[in-house]
């Protein structure tokens, strides 16, 4: 018996359906079917009838303009049932009620990967969107502690985490996009999954991509190889909230940084929300092209504070509580324990919570036992390991001076020449996004200066990096010398 006899023997929509897409492929070309077919399924109703199921409209259209009919011919000449195919997009298929039967696995690893299934060999890293609900926003990628309810607020971060849970919402009258930036390890990432899980929360039915610039270079990479761009641009322009993390990242790759743009402007004229997080605010962004710079910053960008010692001792008290609640600790840490925690970790609040775990392996149940001397013994040994080397403002005075042939002194004076106050708001300016101090605290370290004088200059520098070639050269200059 031969393997066309053999299916037409068969009722499994699944296996039809591979030798369907086999005879196709050919007749398609490669790129349409990677494109289009690929990443289709078929799945069955509670009332029998097949759809092909496609993850965006547009793929819906292409099939059903130029492939329906074929497929239906195949099908029909394969199917002991003599059932017809129809096409729905993903949105219009989860939008109906419908008892709905996943199909088993396809040989196909796109159509695999598209149905959240692990395909039998290894494949290309993709933009996972997340269509589905908690089990695909999983699959892209985001972490379930990341919500929330797990998000400490400070003062520091008050109002960007005010912006977030609005964004979540899908409130009317929202900016877009949304663009938050901070120093590396104050909880941008957090925020960003927290909007992803509350939007999909909210609107099960909605199609929400989340990923990092990593991996959107990554998809955008493997498409232009794989001659599946068409793809690659549908899933992302179909997004209703697109969520981008480490946006730096894209810095020096031209094509990549072209196609992001085209795709934000492809989502602000639909009305499609956007989000993004980046080290460092748009206009300090020296190594983005300026057009994406310019996109970047139309919407509202969010500063991310670094944690001041009270949020701290804030996430310290969470930390332990959650780690309590699971019998890691008992008891409550002394409070002198808990500063000398704080103040012995002046990095992020990613260290912290890496000491705080340190903390607890150690003394489990003995938490509340546990003295200052032996937790300075605890902590010191990891933090031996080598954390992030710490910027401190006299570095950024000394380094600042030096590029401008000043000296440090001039920095604090009361000097208001612009040879020397556009290089004092400069160095405050790399202050604030380099260090955890507070406006009031780099006030006083520049002399004495009032924290709006501070706060002021940031913006300037802010506002003039955007249109100042020099100034954007400047800052990059010094950047590369803070972190080399």
């Avoid at 018996?1 to 039809?16: H, L």
């Avoid at 709905?100 to 290894?122: I, M, N």
């Avoid at 794989?226 to 179909?238: G, P, V």
């Avoid at 990095?347 to 705080?356: K, M, P, T, V, Y």
Wanted: proline fraction near 5%; glycine fraction near 6%.
């Amino acid at each position: 018996m031969n393997k066309v006899a053999e299916v037409a023997m068969m009722t499994d929509p699944d296996r039809i359906w591979t030798e369907v897409t086999r005879m196709v492929r050919a007749e398609l070309g490669e790129g349409p079917f990677s494109s289009y077919l690929a990443p289709s399924a078929v799945r069955v109703d509670a009332h029998g009838r097949l759809f092909i199921v496609t993850p965006t409209a547009y793929a819906r259209d292409w099939i059903r303009k130029n492939a329906l009919r074929r497929l239906n011919d195949l099908w029909a000449g394969l199917d002991g049932q003599s059932r017809m195919l129809e096409v729905r997009c993903r949105a219009e298929f989860v939008s109906t009620p419908p008892q709905v039967t996943p199909l088993s696995r396809s040989e196909h690893p796109q159509t695999a990967a598209t149905r959240g299934l692990e395909p039998s060999e290894p494949r290309r890293a993709t933009v996972a969107p997340v269509t589905d609900g908690p089990r695909a926003v999983r699959a892209a990628g985001l972490q379930e502690r990341l919500t929330f309810d797990t998000l400490v607020e400070g003062k520091g971060n008050a109002f960007a985490i005010a912006i977030a849970r609005q964004t979540a919402s899908w409130a009317d009258g929202h900016f877009n996009p949304i663009f938050f930036c901070g120093p590396y390890g104050h909880g941008k990432t957090h925020m960003l999954n927290a909007i992803a899980w509350e939007a999909q929360r909210l609107r099960p039915e909605a199609k929400v991509v989340y990923l990092s610039a990593e991996r959107f270079v990554s998809a955008f990479v493997n498409a232009v190889r794989d001659r599946t761009t068409a793809a690659f641009k549908d899933q992302l322009r179909t997004a209703d909230i697109l969520l981008i993390d480490d946006v730096q990242f894209l810095a020096n790759k031209a094509s990549t940084q072209e196609e992001l743009l085209s795709t934000l402007t492809a989502l602000m004229e639909d009305g499609r929300r956007i989000v993004l997080a980046a080290d460092r605010p748009p206009a300090a962004l020296t190594d983005i092209e300026p057009r994406l710079r310019s996109h970047l910053a139309a919407g509202l960008t969010c500063p991310v504070e670094p944690a001041d010692r009270e949020l701290k001792l804030k996430v310290v008290a969470r930390k332990l509580a959650s780690l309590a609640a699971i019998g890691l600790v008992e008891g409550e840490a002394r409070p002198e324990v808990v500063a000398h925690l704080v103040d012995s970790t002046q990095g992020s609040i990613r260290e912290l919570e890496g000491a705080i775990n340190t903390l607890a392996a150690v003394a489990g149940k003995r938490l509340s036992q546990l003295g200052v001397e032996e937790a300075r013994a605890v902590i010191g040994s990891a933090m031996r390991g080598g954390p992030e080397r710490r910027i401190t403002v006299d570095e950024i005075q000394k380094l600042t001076a030096d590029h401008f042939g000043l000296k440090q002194a001039d920095l604090l004076s009361g000097r208001r020449t612009r040879s020397v106050a556009r290089p004092r708001q400069i160095a405050m300016y790399l202050c604030k996004n380099y260090t955890s101090r507070s406006y009031p605290d780099i006030g006083r370290r520049f002399g004495g200066r009032d924290h709006t004088t501070v706060l002021h200059g940031v913006r300037r520098i802010e506002e003039l990096a955007a249109k100042d070639e020099q100034i954007a050269r400047d800052l990059e200059a010094l950047t590369r010398k803070l972190r080399p």
